[in-house]
């Protein structure tokens, strides 16, 4: 094993790490804590995701330690973090909810997440685990208050927790579905970082700054990405199209 591959593998365990420590808070009563925690967790991700493939160190090994990883730190952790914080008043009906959103995690990573086919090793079959984790690690810190002007108060409080039920239940049939997804590329996802880093800096609204931006991010990945790549699939097909011969 390279160092390469050693340090790729202590990046993803830290995946795993920030999981189980959300876990942990979640089930002390911690919950905004927790959700803070898979959202640090679906960050690693992606950058481990971007820096594996600029050093050209995607192995087999890797691809299935992070599947392992993302079933507990964005199946388990998230549903855990729902039951403690929506449904705990409700053991029957929560605990059902719980079950669902990590057996869908499970259902992805049993069936196969990712393509091994070498024309699509750049795609997802599905909709990465991580996007829909932490858009319910979103969903809490909104329940929980830590949303400045999105709380109950909120004059569209009612229509946005129903957008954000949504979305959650449309999240996780696309986990499972065979709909295609480029595999973000390492400039949009620094970029975007770096933007809500200093929207966060500049407007002292750190939450707010976070929530709103991986929002539309979550959004505009899961709806508008699979038209982008079915487009680029297209071009591809066309490019690899054999010349027509009009000789006899």
Request: proline share 4%.
């Amino acid at each position: 094993m390279t160092w390469r591959s050693r340090f790729l593998t202590l990046v993803t365990l830290s995946v795993l790490f920030l999981g189980i420590q959300s876990i942990l808070l979640c089930t002390n009563g911690h919950h905004i804590q927790a959700a803070l925690l898979i959202i640090a967790a679906a960050i690693v991700d992606a950058l481990d995701g971007t820096v594996a493939r600029r050093l050209r160190s995607e192995s087999g090994f890797g691809a299935r330690l992070d599947s392992y990883v993302d079933v507990i730190g964005f199946g388990v952790a998230p549903a855990i973090l729902l039951y403690e914080s929506m449904w705990k008043h409700n053991p029957a009906l929560g605990g059902v909810l719980a079950t669902a959103v990590a057996s869908f995690a499970v259902l992805r990573f049993a069936r196969g997440a990712e393509s091994e086919s070498k024309t699509e090793k750049h795609r997802f079959r599905g909709l990465p685990i991580p996007v829909t984790g932490m858009w319910i690690a979103l969903f809490v810190l909104m329940g929980e208050g830590a949303v400045i002007g999105l709380d109950s108060t909120f004059q569209g409080a009612k229509v946005l927790w129903g957008f954000m039920a949504v979305c959650t239940v449309l999240f996780l049939l696309l986990q499972i579905s065979n709909v295609p997804y480029e595999k973000p590329g390492g400039k949009p996802v620094f970029v975007a970082l770096a933007a809500t880093a200093a929207i966060m800096h500049i407007s002292g609204y750190m939450i707010l700054t976070l929530w709103s931006s991986f929002c539309v991010c979550s959004v505009f990945y899961a709806v508008v990405n699979p038209f982008r790549t079915r487009h680029t699939m297209l071009a591809d097909d066309t490019a690899h199209e054999p010349p027509i011969s009009y000789s006899h």
